[in-house]
């Protein structure tokens, strides 16, 4: 129901341009590198990634600590270099793009990290954090059009005004992540990266910040693209979800059909280990054994399999295609009907 | 007579008037074989409470300023330095939320389950008990393992044999805190899993501390909530998890998103968790309360029983009626 803004002439392009589109990207890192030899292992982190992400979106990545998904943000705002694949955003690729280029580029994609504490410089002030995003992109004319743009940011993340000459050790963890996302803001962006915004907050100011992410949303159109290994959270923010397993995408569609009727068998057991508050709840848990392999190695056949409760002979030989099953519905399983 | 009892347990960090009193007046009691949830948000206190049980919190700076923490009967507080060693894994074992940080990582891990034996069970400190244990905690190969380093293994695995060390002195108190909050969601359920399994073949209480409520329900037959170094809520945990009386409980389960709920806004509670020495007047979570009364902010309300459990709150039981709409 979207309504997507067409930035070039239907004559040029009929399908409505997707804000970010990630093709087949590829981000691999050189493992047990010898002084002078040659790399001879690579970790596979993320291994053929497509994504696209529609303007005002809000585009879920899930999957356990080590999946690539952390990469995979990072790589799409070009804080890691991808190894290959294209980065269409806004209709131009940024996959190659560097230096003045992508400068001006960074002005329209931002990024939220994880911990508060270490995220922000701890000899700025509030003002100071924020100033600089302003700077950089010269987005303040003069010293009160700055002062004025930093304090409307505060109030928009809500916090006080007042605070802007405060050191970020002066807050708790709830208000450091406001900080972060009033940086994020300054420069206008179309799309935020979220990398686990929620996780190393206390549950009363979990919600706070996930509110504030969706207000932010709705009032200046902002897309995210919010990695989280909660799925409850994740659930309850995102339009679509992709879950990804090894560098892969294994499953993706949208929000709630894949929470309730997950069709890849780790999704399954995903959801199934996500703890529940109500003690009457007669969810069927479906314990996974042994832990995610290892990227460098990945089993034969189905990434998957090892830990696969319904695992086939053709599983262990055979790498399944990530196929659409249904409208908008993908998965990589041999066996997803 | 409990395993555990605490007795209005006061911990303070400095003195004077700028004092910080991060415990204030809990108690508690844990029969054996028996599971308690210690629930709260960092600040609450539910920590430096799991770790005073074997004296763990350096003092100074913390000054135990009344209270008694009874462990099978004798105090804890007045023991003497020599007791204490004993009890310090002989009677109570922990397993910490770090499984990397916790573990030494210059000795192998065989090495290190085995110093656990040598100083509890010298009898029996040998390879095939290190190898019993690896296989009770479920490490997959124990034999290749024994000479691994803690840096080979995964999160999961080392916090298993964490547990190993932990079991290998055979405590009757085993006090997990915060035991999966760094592993992932699949590796969670197996170490809560491995848990409940323990409890039963070991018949070994186990003292939870933790904010996910979520794995609450899953393991413990009574429910202890902090806030701000006191507790608020007490009871057992599946009716009060169910129909939670004080109004923080109630907001705490509340701002948890649940799977497969629609709800458009998440219901949260306002401001932030207040840090020991700046706590408010009167009810600790006046400031913060959607059902606050004017004499909230005066009267510090006692723990009191209601409706088969202990809750700290007056109105409690009219503030169930009304479903408050929370929102920021």
């Keep these: ?337 | 007579m409990p395993l555990l009892e605490i007795k209005n347990l006061q911990l303070q960090f400095g003195s004077g008037p700028n004092a910080a009193r991060a415990v204030d007046g809990v108690s508690l009691s844990l029969d054996a074989g028996k599971t308690l949830a210690l629930v709260g948000e960092s600040g609450s206190g539910k920590s430096v409470t799991a770790l005073s049980i074997a004296r763990l919190v350096p003092s100074p700076p913390a000054h135990y300023a009344g209270g008694e923490i009874l462990l099978e009967g004798r105090d804890v507080l007045r023991m003497s330095a020599r007791e204490l060693r004993r009890i310090r894994g002989g009677v109570v074992s922990y397993v910490f939320q770090e499984p990397g940080v916790s573990l030494n990582p210059v000795f192998r891990i065989g090495a290190q389950i085995k110093e656990s034996l040598k100083l509890h069970r010298p009898e029996v400190a040998t390879d095939a008990e290190v190898l019993r244990l690896l296989k009770v905690v479920g490490i997959p190969a124990p034999e290749s393992r024994l000479r691994s380093y803690p840096h080979e293994m995964s999160g999961g695995m080392q916090q298993r044999v964490m547990i190993a060390v932990a079991l290998a002195s055979q405590p009757k108190l085993l006090v997990a805190d915060e035991p999966t909050t760094a592993l992932d969601v699949t590796i969670q359920a197996q170490i809560i899993e491995l848990l409940r399994d323990l409890r039963t073949q070991l018949g070994m209480a186990i003292l939870l501390i933790t904010h996910n409520l979520g794995i609450v329900g899953d393991l413990a037959d009574d429910l202890a909530v902090m806030y701000a170094g006191q507790i608020v809520e007490r009871g057992r945990s599946r009716e009060v998890l169910q129909r939670p009386l004080h109004p923080y409980t109630q907001a705490l389960i509340r701002s948890v998103p649940e799977l497969g709920a629609d709800v458009e806004r998440l219901t949260t509670i306002p401001g932030s968790v207040p840090l020991p020495g700046a706590f408010p007047t009167g009810c600790r979570f006046h400031p913060r309360c959607p059902m606050v009364q004017p004499q909230c902010s005066v009267q510090a309300p006692e723990l009191a029983l209601q409706a088969g459990r202990q809750v700290r709150c007056p109105f409690a039981e009219s503030a169930t009626l009304q479903p408050p709409a929370l929102s920021l």
């Design chain 1, 1 to 337: 129901m979207s309504v997507c803004r067409i930035r070039h002439p239907p004559t040029a392009r009929a399908v409505p341009v997707n804000l970010l589109e990630v093709q087949n990207l590829k981000v691999h890192f050189p493992a047990h590198q010898r002084l002078f030899g040659r790399v001879k292992e690579f970790v596979r982190a993320v291994d053929g990634v497509s994504l696209s992400i529609a303007p005002g979106e809000t585009v879920g990545l899930v999957g356990e600590s080590g999946c690539g998904k952390t990469t995979l943000g990072r790589a799409v705002v070009k804080l890691i270099q991808p190894t290959a694949g294209r980065i269409v955003f806004e209709g131009e690729d940024i996959a190659g793009m560097n230096g003045a280029a992508l400068r001006a580029r960074r002005r329209r994609f931002q990024m939220i990290f994880q911990d508060p504490f270490g995220s922000l410089n701890p000899r700025l002030t509030v003002a100071g954090t924020i100033g600089e995003a302003l700077d950089i992109h010269q987005l303040a004319p003069d010293a009160s059009a700055r002062r004025q743009r930093i304090d409307t940011l505060l109030k928009d993340v809500g916090l006080d005004p007042s605070h802007a000459q405060r050191y970020p050790h002066e807050f708790s963890g709830g208000q450091r992540q406001r900080i972060g996302i009033a940086r994020a803001l300054a420069v206008e962006p179309k799309l935020i990266v979220c990398d686990e915004p929620v996780s190393a907050l206390d549950v009363s100011v979990q919600a706070q910040i996930i509110n504030l992410l969706q207000d932010l949303q709705r009032e200046h159109g902002i897309a995210y693209l919010f990695v989280a290994h909660d799925l409850a959270v994740v659930e309850h923010i995102s339009r679509r979800i992709l879950v990804m397993y090894l560098g892969r995408i294994v499953e993706a569609g949208d929000a709630k059909a894949v929470c309730r009727f997950p069709k890849h068998p780790y999704t399954h057991a995903l959801l199934s280990a996500v703890p529940v508050v109500d003690p009457n709840s007669k969810r069927q848990r479906i314990l996974l054994s042994g832990d995610v392999p290892s990227p460098i190695h990945p089993p034969p056949g189905c990434p998957f399999h090892p830990r696969c409760p319904v695992a086939e002979a053709r599983c262990r030989t055979e790498v399944p295609a990530l196929r659409e099953i249904g409208p908008g519905r993908w998965a990589a399983c041999h066996l997803a009907k």
